[in-house]
């Protein structure tokens, strides 16, 4: 059983929020958000299901975010 929870896109638009990124664009399915100081972007798939658990590590890795802050949610 893993540890990392069941994560929905607004989920991780709120940690993205929550860790200073703004939504730059969005383009069908998916919005890019970006960060105005470290200019990190994360591509987020807006999709009506749970985020997959290596897709969210991508996202986080692009966001620059450990995965110990999702133990906070």
């Known amino acids: 059983m893993s540890n990392t929870p069941s994560l929905t ?4 638009v ?3 929020k929550q860790n200073g990124f703004v ?5 069908g399915s998916h919005q890019i958000w970006l960060h105005p100081v470290s200019r990190k ?3 987020i798939p807006m999709h009506n299901k749970d985020i997959p658990t290596g ?3 991508s996202i986080l890795k692009q966001a ?3 995965k110990d802050e999702l133990q906070d949610i």
Do not use: N
């Open 9 to 12: 896109p607004k989920d991780v």
């Open 14 to 16: 709120r940690i993205l």
């Open 55 to 57: 897709t969210l590590y």
């Open 23 to 27: 939504l730059d664009r969005s383009r």
């Open 64 to 66: 620059g975010i450990e």
């Open 41 to 43: 972007r994360a591509v």
